[in-house]
């Protein structure tokens, strides 16, 4: 086995002569690698390459810097096949959702690298004081920490913003994802970013995770994860005076009105739940139906659950993978063992982890379903970040929203119906980042993204992000 190295300067750095980790394939269990184990000294040296390379790469034009952007989001599709391989084996997500990862990856690269022209100051005339102008300063050295769900993806939103303003970047993946993020890294130098401009480090959120927060040159942290982490680095950042984005959990409501086009609405919660095996931020993670509808709709619902593929994400018919790793497929187990007998609903779909002959010990768990759910269930409180969906009945979109609003979280909400009153009073109410109506989970790297209360703040994406990895400076002329 070759193991993969982080990336220093440009350069492959750190050996699993020093301390390693096992990166494995969560359909199997087979290792597929071994990473070093990032410590301090290695983040110091990832901060200190960025540091030198900041004002070489500060000082090119924006479209310079988005033309390296162009050229990496072309060498990603030719190569996207590889990719997808390489992100399904380690992540588990079928190749068609890796493949469409990937894309969105490329996607983001472009959308920046159109952006470039649009990083501008402002001119201001002031009364009796001549004239005022700002001009927009990268900040220097910024940082990332992200999750294993989505690390290409999650990884294009964290770097192109930061880049194409000319900061230079330090990136710690998952440790269970860390090799998608290592070989897109190389590609972004193959496309002619230059040395120390993008340094990944891998390891621990711990040890790398925390030394980075904690380095006195890394001006902005930006972080996707768990909401309970996202408490602690902002301690952290907050006594180095850092800007931070915290991007965390959700528990998004999804509401199904009496009127709602019931097809499509079964179709948007099969999606919304199960995609990337449930584990996707912005999942459907409680659903509201109104009675009415609710034994039509769930019936409906349970069709299309019972035809989706469990399997090994490399097969072609397969509709769901894995979880990604133990400690995921550890919590969805505990959760669903004894939900009946705790009077936490009716399981009317899955419930349990399938076997597969010949396929090793992958943490695969079929998609649940599960009916009658009270409203003080923890089904409905904690964020079930797996192929578990808690399905609700109500009386009307008064009680769907109450309830919908019932939640620590408020990242993202969808509501499903054809009457503009309704669609008004849910885009009104919904406490949450993002309102999608007749439709759930889509993000775009046009539109910001982000979420309130313990889903975080500052939004990723959009052309507004651009203000949060700048300074502005003003300048005051009299003549
Ligand atoms: P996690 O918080 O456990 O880990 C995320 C990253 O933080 C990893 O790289 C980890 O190594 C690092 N980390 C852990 N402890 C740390 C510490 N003390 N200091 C610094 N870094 C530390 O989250 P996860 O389990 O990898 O990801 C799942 C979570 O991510 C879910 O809660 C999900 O909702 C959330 N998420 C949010 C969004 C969003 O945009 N809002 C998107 C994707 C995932």
């Given at each position: 086995m070759v193991a993969m190295k982080m990336q220093i300067n440009g350069k492959a750095a750190g050996s699993c002569g020093g301390e390693c980790f096992d990166v494995r394939n969560p359909a199997t269990c087979e290792l597929l690698e071994q990473v070093p184990r990032g410590t301090e000294e290695d983040v110091a040296l990832a901060v200190e390459a960025a540091l030198s390379a900041f004002e070489g790469w500060a000082s090119i034009s924006p479209q310079q810097r988005g033309m390296v952007f162009?050229?990496?989001?072309?060498?990603?599709?030719?190569?996207?096949?590889?990719?997808?391989?390489l992100l399904t084996q380690e992540q588990g997500k079928p190749l068609a959702e890796a493949r469409n990862e990937l894309e969105g990856f490329s996607h983001v690269l472009e959308y920046y690298c159109g952006l470039a022209g649009s990083l501008r100051g402002d001119f201001i005339p002031v009364t009796g004081n001549g004239y005022s102008f700002t001009v927009k300063k990268p900040l220097g050295v910024c940082a990332a920490i992200i999750p294993w769900n989505m690390p290409a993806l999650i990884m294009g939103w964290k770097i192109a913003p930061a880049l194409i303003s000319g900061n230079t970047f330090v990136l710690k993946p998952a440790s269970s994802t860390p090799l998608t993020n290592l070989t897109l890294a190389s590609i972004l130098n193959e496309a002619g970013l230059p040395a120390g401009v993008l340094n990944v480090v891998t390891g621990s959120g711990?040890?790398?995770?925390?030394?980075?927060?904690?380095?006195?040159?890394?001006?902005?942290i930006s972080f996707t994860g768990e909401s309970g982490t996202g408490k602690r680095i902002s301690e952290l950042a907050a006594s180095g005076m850092k800007r931070v984005t915290l991007e965390l959990g959700g528990s998004d409501p999804m509401i199904v009105c009496d009127d709602a086009n019931l097809e499509s609405a079964v179709a948007g919660a099969i999606r919304g739940r199960f995609y990337n095996c449930g584990q996707t931020c912005t999942a459907v993670k409680r659903l509201y139906v109104f009675e009415s509808v609710?034994?039509?709709?769930?019936?409906?619902?349970?069709?299309?659950?019972?035809?989706?593929?469990?399997?090994?994400?490399?097969?072609?018919?397969?509709?769901?993978?894995?979880?990604?790793?133990?400690?995921?497929?550890?919590?969805?187990?505990?959760?669903?063992?004894?939900?009946?007998?705790?009077?936490?609903?009716?399981?009317?779909a899955g419930g349990k982890a399938p076997s597969f002959k010949g396929m090793g010990k992958g943490y695969f768990f079929e998609p649940t379903l599960v009916s009658d759910v009270p409203g003080d269930s923890r089904l409905l409180k904690e964020e079930v970040f797996g192929p578990l969906l808690p399905i609700v009945t109500v009386r009307n979109l008064d009680e769907a929203i109450e309830e919908a609003n019932r939640s620590i979280y408020g990242l993202g909400a969808s509501i499903w119906t054809k009457d503009l009153d309704r669609i008004r009073m849910g885009c009104e109410q919904l406490n949450a980042g993002i309102i999608w109506v007749n439709q759930h989970l889509k993000v775009a790297p046009e539109v910001p993204f982000g979420g309130v209360k313990e889903s975080g703040f500052g939004r990723e994406n959009g052309p507004d992000i651009l203000s949060e990895y700048l300074e502005t400076r003003t300048i005051m002329l009299k003549t």
């Open positions: 162009y050229r990496a989001a072309g060498l990603v599709r030719q190569r996207k096949e590889e990719l997808a391989a711990e040890i790398a995770g925390e030394s980075l927060v904690r380095s006195p040159d890394v001006r902005k609710a034994r039509e709709f769930i019936r409906k619902l349970e069709e299309g659950v019972k035809r989706l593929k469990v399997g090994n994400g490399l097969d072609k018919d397969t509709d769901m993978g894995p979880l990604n790793n133990h400690s995921q497929f550890e919590y969805i187990k505990e959760l669903v063992a004894g939900i009946e007998e705790k009077g936490e609903g009716r399981i009317i």
